[in-house]
């Protein structure tokens, strides 16, 4: 049925969609229906260490994702492909679409698209710098060191009973990005693998789109809402437990698509019981979640 682009958030990889501990992964279940499947690590991957202040949401948009549609289109021999995108890599996606991307016929964004709306506490800790001050001080989701057990110690005690010190890392930096209730076992203790080393100039332009409320570039200038390059079907799906980033950032985005371009082309689907994250990795995403992917994947072949 032709290419899929998988692309992932900040702050993790490709392997939110390639995870071995949950019965079927987002690959393996659109393989099953006949799609090309290809996994996307963009320079923002925990896979690819980048120095850290070096890149933002920005070349991942004018850089990574022309690169990497344009290869896909050339190997597969596709005139365009479709792409999946989840958190941050949503956001770039709408940053990479608006800035005159080529060959991506339609999309599905996941938890995060042109507008951001966040929780008091996230906008508290984005106006104090505190991700970028703790990562300059060596704290990651995945390399202790003597700021990771002062973090660890004082994170403890709000942890709900939790007892993995990654998982309480990854609450700070990120939000909370899953419903704990939607991990197997075997998915929590992984999540050292599923996280890592963000970037910092990234963690910057994000505090920037959550102050203003919708995409800019890392300068703070409004470059990216240009609703005359988002004439094609965009499928928006939303954790309804989602406490990283609000249902109103894409429910925004919805009514901002639909009042320029018209609403045939746009949809909005609101998943109870999942955050950010577990719409991927909980142990039923191939049942509630996954079929809104191929939904729109199906309309749009």
Same mark, same amino acid.
């Given at each position: 049925k032709g290419p899929v682009l998988l692309s992932h958030g900040i702050g993790t990889s490709g392997l939110l969609f390639t995870l071995d501990t949950v019965e079927t992964n987002l690959v393996e279940y659109l393989c099953a229906f006949d799609y090309d499947v290809w996994? $996307?690590? +963009? =320079?923002?991957?925990? @896979?690819?260490?980048?120095?850290?202040?070096?890149?933002n949401l920005d070349d991942v948009a004018l850089q990574d994702y022309p690169a990497a549609v344009e290869y896909v289109r050339s190997v597969t021999g596709a005139n365009s492909i479709q792409v999946v995108a989840h958190c #941050?890599?949503?956001?770039? $996606?709408?940053?990479?679409? #608006?800035s005159g991307l080529i060959g991506v016929r339609s999309a599905v964004i996941s938890q995060l698209a042109a507008h951001m709306n966040v929780p008091f506490g996230t906008k508290?800790? %984005?106006?104090? +710098?505190?991700?970028?001050a703790l990562a300059e001080l060596g704290l990651?989701?995945?390399?202790?060191?003597?700021c990771d057990n002062l973090v660890d110690t004082v994170l403890r005690l709000d942890a709900h009973g939790c007892q993995s010190p990654t998982c309480h890392r990854i609450s700070f930096l990120y939000g909370l990005s %899953?419903? +704990?209730?939607?991990?197997?076992?075997?998915? +929590?203790?992984?999540?050292?693998? *599923?996280?890592?080393?963000?970037n910092l100039g990234a963690i910057e332009?994000?505090? *920037?789109? #959550?102050? =203003?409320?919708?995409?800019?570039?890392?300068?703070? !200038?409004?470059?990216?809402?240009d609703l005359s390059k988002f004439r094609l079907p965009i499928a928006l799906l939303h954790g309804g437990d989602n406490h990283c980033y609000l249902q109103k950032g894409t429910q925004?985005? @919805? !009514?901002? @698509?639909?009042?320029g371009n018209g609403p045939e082309l746009y949809s909005r689907q609101v998943i109870p019981g999942y955050g950010n994250a577990d719409g991927f990795i909980g142990r039923n995403a191939a049942r509630d979640f996954f079929p809104r992917i191929l939904d729109h994947l199906e309309k749009t072949i």
């Open positions: 996994v $996307f690590d +963009h =320079r923002l991957s925990n @896979l690819i260490r980048m120095p850290g202040r070096l890149s #941050a890599g949503g956001a770039a $996606f709408m940053m990479a679409q #608006a508290i800790k %984005y106006g104090l +710098h505190l991700p970028e990651s989701s995945d390399k202790p060191g003597w %899953y419903d +704990h209730e939607q991990l197997d076992p075997a998915t +929590h203790g992984a999540l050292h693998e *599923l996280f890592g080393i963000s332009q994000m505090a *920037l789109i #959550a102050k =203003r409320g919708e995409l800019v570039n890392a300068k703070g !200038e409004n470059v990216y809402l925004r985005t @919805l !009514e901002w @698509l639909a009042a």
